[in-house]
């Protein structure tokens, strides 16, 4: 079963309660509008409807995956502080200056 086949069986609005996805992204996910959401949300919310429902959607997962490995600039994906790096050199923390003078 595919989710174009879910999504005739049930409302959207039906599988956005029972898997409280939005049904925004629902709708963006049957619409394989994949750039309307990050690489782990799509991933997820696909992961959610197999579980809730029983199915098998490989094929949706396959298509995902093809559009995130052709469109790497996935920003959503970063993991990692934005803030900036010191360099390690001359200025230093009063602490690392009495521990060199001792």
């Known amino acids: 079963m595919q989710l174009n086949e ?3 069986n049930y409302s959207i609005r039906e599988i956005s309660g029972r898997t409280r996805i939005a049904v ?5 996910l049957a ?8 690489k ?3 991933f997820g919310f696909i992961n959610i409807i197999e579980r809730e429902y029983g199915v098998d959607l490989s ?4 298509e995902a995956t093809e559009y995130y ?3 790497s600039s996935d920003t959503g994906s970063k993991i990692y502080s934005e803030s900036p790096v ?11 200056k009495i521990l060199l003078f001792v």
Not at 31 to 38: H, I, L, N, S
Not at 59 to 62: C, E, G
């Open 6 to 8: 879910i999504i005739e």
């Open 24 to 28: 925004e992204n629902i709708e963006h």
């Open 31 to 38: 619409e394989k509008e994949w750039g309307a959401m990050r």
């Open 40 to 42: 782990v949300q799509a």
């Open 59 to 62: 094929d949706l997962k396959r």
């Open 69 to 71: 490995s052709s469109h």
């Open 86 to 96: 010191r360099e390690h050199g001359g200025g230093g923390n009063l602490f690392s």
